[in-house]
């Protein structure tokens, strides 16, 4: 029994301009996606979250133990310390 022959048709052979067309556009796209896809994110909206403000004790003269801690209905923090 003698081998048979096998043959290969290629429905479309890429030729070197196609191929650098379609790496154009691709690096096209990349760089408009890193461009433009941060400016249109936004960090979470501050509605919700906490101000905080941190101060040292230098600033007015904290002593070294705080006594008692209140908040009043307006949401002020009141702290007692030396």
Request: aromatic share 10%; hydrophobic share 40%; proline share 6%.
């Amino acid at each position: 029994m003698l081998p048979q022959q096998v043959e290969f048709h290629y429905l479309h052979e890429p030729n070197i301009l196609s191929c650098v067309k379609s790496a154009i556009k691709n690096l096209f796209l990349f760089i408009l996606m890193v461009c433009f896809l941060p400016s249109a994110t936004k960090a979470q909206d501050p509605i919700g979250v906490p101000q905080v403000t941190s101060y040292r004790g230098l600033d007015y003269g904290a002593g070294t133990q705080n006594w008692g801690i209140a908040q009043d209905h307006n949401g002020i923090m009141y702290i007692a310390n030396n």
